[in-house]
């Protein structure tokens, strides 16, 4: 229970802190890219970096990881989480699978918001 409670109030400062962030960076970047999304997940990953590393190394504690990687970063972006694993992949020499994970990820990402768009435009 304990780690569930963690992670959930990571995440909710998480959330708070991407709206902020996204809201930030529209006002102060222009619109018409998504310039939000585009920094806070390249944020988030130098972040899941530097939390990972830290965890790595037992300078924080499982407690504090799962707090600021689970709850936190899983909030502020699930990129993170994706860039991470990746990493994991390549680390292991399993150069295809990471390729794999993440060209499917991006890929198949992309293709199921098409594929929800399309089916509530049919049902709509």
């Given at each position: 229970?304990?780690?569930?409670i ?40 130098f ?20 707090f ?8 502020f972006?699930t ?41 509530t435009?049919?049902?709509a």
């Open positions: 229970m304990r780690d569930l963690l992670v959930a109030t990571g995440g909710a400062i998480g959330a708070g802190a991407r709206y902020a962030a996204g809201r930030a960076a529209t006002a102060l970047l222009s619109p018409s890219f998504p310039w939000g999304t585009f920094l806070i997940n390249v944020v988030g990953c972040l899941m970096g530097l939390v990972a590393g830290f965890a790595s190394q037992g300078t924080i504690s499982p407690a504090t990881r799962l600021l990687a689970t709850g936190v970063l899983g909030g972006t990129f993170s989480a994706f860039g991470l694993e990746t990493q994991a992949l390549l680390a292991e020499g399993r150069v295809g699978a990471a390729a794999l994970y993440a060209g499917g990820q991006v890929v198949l990402g992309v293709v199921c918001v098409l594929a929800g768009l399309f089916l435009r049919r049902l």
